[in-house]
């Protein structure tokens, strides 16, 4: 019988054309361990694509090797088949002109006649072969990706690879560890137990990419000996550390150190700053030029700076222009970011305001000014604190 690696390679091999793919977060180790498993494929001589839904805030990991490749949508992913039945009659000449709503074909027979009996048509098969999803927990996380072609992941067999606990387990073959930090990680021990030889400096840059993204460049608790021994022999392979490094870390732009001083002017916590939480208003964003995708960045310097905070609540005003009865006026809404550690579902934490996002990183939105806002986000989240085991 054959091991879970080996059925893994095994489906590669007889795959022709395979689709990459991963969650429409874009968060680093996604992002590094897909960009490593195209350049694997490729170097396996294999047809692949990559695509996930665009989403601007993954132009941070620009500078990975392979990111030019990633396509936002699929491109022909399933033939339409027209088919005539030949038997009464062949075909001498074919010809088509495009009219506004119409596409017309015109069939001369070589003898006797077709009617609309002849014609029947139906879908071709897919494009792909294979799906390979990578650091993705269940297949909605993929968003549009998935949404506008649901069929195609329930036709073609997928591999997926993940390492939260969270994984539901959607592929055919599913290589889910819960105890690395990292998918990157599971991928790294997955291709050197079947070749080392296909990790080259810029796949082992992608690993590494994953791995130091996932901790903050090694500052959180979740570090294991196994990722640390994964990330050394990374580097001794090629993988270049401080190019990782300095585009992660050391290359916030001049607005974003802005915005961070003022965070942290009114940084407040409670439980020991277990809980953290700042406010930022809208003349904050206006007068940093930032914008409210900055926020992210914000949230990994306060992950890195303080390792004692579990949950972590960022509150803050967006101003939006609206037009009614066509004067335009301006709009503000309070939004907050809330982002927890492993242990802590973000998303049971703000149920009470509808979340969207992931276990790990959610979005509200409230309808109060901000200072309520505030109140009654931090008494919450508090009180639930207070009621867990940390």
Known sequence: MLSLDQQIFEQIKKANNIVITFSKTWNGDAVASALAMYLILKKMEKNVDIVAEQFDHGKTF???????????????????????????????????????DSLNFIISPKDGFFTKDDITTHAGSFKYDLIITLDTPDLESLGVIYDNDTEFFYQVPIINIDHHSENEEYGQI????????????????????????????????????????????????????????????????????????????????????????RVLARLTGDLDNTLIWSVLTSADFTKTGSEEEDLNEVIDELIINIPQAKVIVLIYETTEKKLDNNQESEETTTKALVYSIRNINSLLLTRQWHPVGTKSLTKITLNKNIFDAEKEISESIKSQLSQMSL
């Not at 399933?78 to 005539?84: A, C, D, E, M, P």
């Not at 039945?85 to 506004?100: D, F, G, P, R």
């Not at 791995?211 to 090629?238: E, R, W």
């Open 62 to 100: 620009r500078f990975l090797p392979g990111f030019g490749k990633i396509c936002n949508s699929f491109d022909n992913l399933r033939k339409f088949v027209i088919s005539l039945n030949t038997t009464n009659a062949k075909v001498e000449k074919i010809k088509y002109h495009a009219e506004t």
């Open 174 to 261: 599913n290589n889910v560890q819960i105890t690395a930090i990292a998918t990157s990680e599971i991928l790294f021990n997955l291709v050197s137990e079947y070749s080392r030889d296909l990790i080259d400096e810029d796949i082992a840059t992608c690993l590494l990419a994953g791995i130091i993204s996932k901790t903050k460049s090694f500052k959180t608790q979740n570090i294991t000996p196994n990722s640390l021994s994964a990330s050394a022999q990374l580097i001794s392979m090629g993988a270049r550390r401080e190019e990782i490094v300095n585009n992660l870390y050391r290359s916030r732009p001049l607005n974003v150190l802005k915005l961070w001083g």
